[in-house]
């Protein structure tokens, strides 16, 4: 089974930048008036959902980082190319937190963010589930909340208000982008037997990393693997699909590399 990708470059330049500092906004009211507003929001993101069949998917490299850290991103976009729905799959590894947060968006701003995870540091390890309702400018005006112990009991549990809360869209956007610690540099090749990897990644300690594997050696890969340690850090363009092996394990295959000028 061989899923193609969509390769993002660019694509982000649709999302407009906003605010995208999490916080609580611990000065504002925990319970909004605007209750229109929220079901308003709901019908669209309900609207958004039902219709995902008809979205074009694109998929961000797997990351990994040495904490145990892991990020990728699923980015969904219309017929006219408007990105209306990003999927963020993530761990961190530090924290131990996991799960998976859903921007919705309209017209480049956020309308309505929907976060799944383990929240280890600061709930002991419950399960979370944070909703949260943003305004025209891409500020959340009101935000709830349920939490349990077991994930199966949180479509048996009422939201509670809470103060409304920012979700970032930051570390999404730089997965998408390529932008930062998710940059693809080449970082070296590891090998599995026969199959060789070439590893991307953003540099130093920080960086994270990803996987893709070379089923077919071209003059660009026999370049960079004989001067590997004189190419490290040098940013590389890459295109890829995903895969599955006999085993149902999905990996990721390198297309193509272009070391950029």
Known sequence: MVNKIVILGLL????????????????????SENTSGMTELE??????????????VANSLSYQHNDGSTEEVFAYLNLEQQIVKIEEKFKNGKQ???????????KGKKIMTLERFI??????????????FYDKSGKPFASKERITLYEEDLEKIEFSAINPYDCSIETAENVLNQKGVFSTTFQGFASDGPIDYLIVG???????????AVQ???????????????MVDSPLLVEFEKMMDERKLEFQVLTRVEIKK
């Open 12 to 31: 982000l330049v649709l999302v407009s930048c906003q605010n995208n500092a999490e916080n609580n906004n611990n000065d504002a009211p925990a319970v």
């Open 43 to 56: 019908r669209k993101v309900d609207n958004i959902n039902t219709n995902a069949g008809d979205l074009i």
């Open 96 to 106: 131990g937190d996991s799960g998976v947060r859903f921007f919705y968006l309209e």
């Open 119 to 132: 929240d280890v540091k600061n709930r002991g390890g419950k399960f979370r589930e944070r909703v949260s």
């Open 202 to 212: 953003g540099p130093g300690e920080t960086g994270f990393a990803s996987a893709l």
């Open 216 to 230: 077919y050696a071209d003059q660009t890969t026999n370049y960079l693997k004989s001067n590997q340690e004189r």
